[in-house]
């Protein structure tokens, strides 16, 4: 008999509810209105630059984006220097960096592509020379300043108080829904990740699938970068390497195989919000990073053993 399948994407969603009931009962005002919003806002950042590593995870071949981090720091310094108050400004400056992040993450699937180079070892590779670029751009000075358009609409609450940056979140979240439903990358992308020999032989272009995944990875790091600079005003050298690993926890939490193939935006959206919580509940009660760390680690194992079978979710 089979066993019943359990949607990783609900188990997520009651994980958070969950979390923040205990936030509530341990901490008062944990679960207020403007809290509750604080706690959107933060998942909101680590969302979107989960959104490229969702892809890329979905692509399958042991692909994880390891340059996410580097990517994000790079987008949001592009965007501070070449930004100005003016809307055109600003516009012009995103623009210029989510080109940057385009290339680079073509870089990386080009590297894998036709040079076999590893995913992790690539990306890895490509974050150091990010991080070069990075103090080419700056010459160790970070100057500059973050654009009225960007800090309003992350910032600022457009209707009953949620956050632009929320809102901002689910328009990338519908985004990555038609993209992976109902386009055809979309359903090339699942076929490379569950059988990479399979999409070869019924058509696909595997090569051109993953160059266009790793640079939509770096695309959405970039803006992910932006929209960080948005909430801070400020960069800095390391602003984006938070986020590199929580970005893939986030991806797996929401329940995308790191084998490939089965996943969707949807569990990551849900997955960031459990991090978010987790964190936020874990800083509420004073632990260290150190305990930090062990809770991301202990959550991921425990919810891999429930519907982290990955042959049974395949079939």
Same mark, same amino acid.
């Given at each position: ?11 997520a969603?009651?994980?958070? /509810? ?17 809290? #509750? ?15 490229? &590593? ?26 501070? +220097?070449?930004?100005t108050?003016?809307a055109g400004?600003? =516009?012009?400056?995103? #623009? ?10 073509? /870089?990386?699937g080009?590297?894998?592509?036709l040079?076999?180079?590893?995913? *992790? ?5 490509? /974050?150091?020379?990010v &991080?070069?670029?990075?103090l080419?751009v ?11 358009? =960007? ?16 809102l901002v979140?689910?328009a *990338? ?8 439903? +109902? ?17 070869r032989l ?16 770096g695309m959405?790091?970039? *803006? ?23 970005? $893939?926890?986030a991806?797996? $939490? ?19 919000l ?14 260290p990073?150190?305990?930090?760390q ?5 959550t991921l194992? /425990?919810?891999?053993? =429930?519907y982290?079978? &990955? ?5």
């Amino acid at each position: 008999m089979k066993r019943p399948r359990v949607d990783p994407v609900l188990i997520a969603l009651l994980l958070a /509810a969950g979390l923040f009931a205990l936030g509530s009962l341990l901490q008062p005002g944990f679960g207020s209105y403007d809290q #509750a919003m604080n706690i959107l806002r933060l998942a909101a950042f680590l969302g979107i630059v989960a959104a490229g &590593q969702t892809l890329v995870i979905i692509s399958g071949g042991e692909g994880i984006d390891l340059s996410v981090g580097a990517v994000v720091t790079l987008g949001a310094i592009l965007v501070f +220097r070449l930004g100005t108050g003016e809307a055109g400004g600003a =516009l012009l400056a995103l #623009a210029i960096a989510l080109g940057v992040g385009l290339l680079i993450g073509a /870089a990386n699937g080009l590297g894998i592509t036709l040079l076999k180079i590893p995913p *992790l070892v690539m990306t890895l590779g490509m /974050a150091g020379v990010v &991080q070069g670029l990075i103090l080419v751009v700056t010459r160790g000075e970070l100057r500059g300043e973050t654009p009225d358009l =960007l800090a309003g609409l992350v910032s600022g609450s457009l209707a009953f108080g949620i956050p632009g940056v929320v809102l901002v979140w689910a328009a *990338l979240g519908l985004l990555m829904w038609l993209l992976l439903w +109902r386009t055809p990358y979309g359903r090339q992308l699942f076929a490379v990740g569950a059988n990479r020999t399979t999409a070869r032989l019924s058509g696909v272009r595997v090569p051109a699938v993953v160059v266009a995944t790793y640079a939509l990875s770096g695309m959405l790091a970039a *803006l992910g970068g932006a929209i960080l600079l948005g909430y801070t005003r400020q960069v800095f050298l390391n602003l984006g390497d938070p986020y590199t690993l929580p970005s $893939v926890a986030a991806v797996v $939490v929401g329940g995308t195989l790191l084998a490939g193939g089965v996943g969707s935006y949807a569990g990551t959206m849900a997955g960031a919000l459990v991090l978010t919580l987790l964190t936020s509940l874990l800083t509420a009660l004073d632990l260290p990073e150190s305990a930090r760390q062990i809770v991301y680690g202990l959550t991921l194992l /425990a919810l891999l053993s =429930l519907y982290g079978r &990955q042959r049974a979710l395949r079939e």
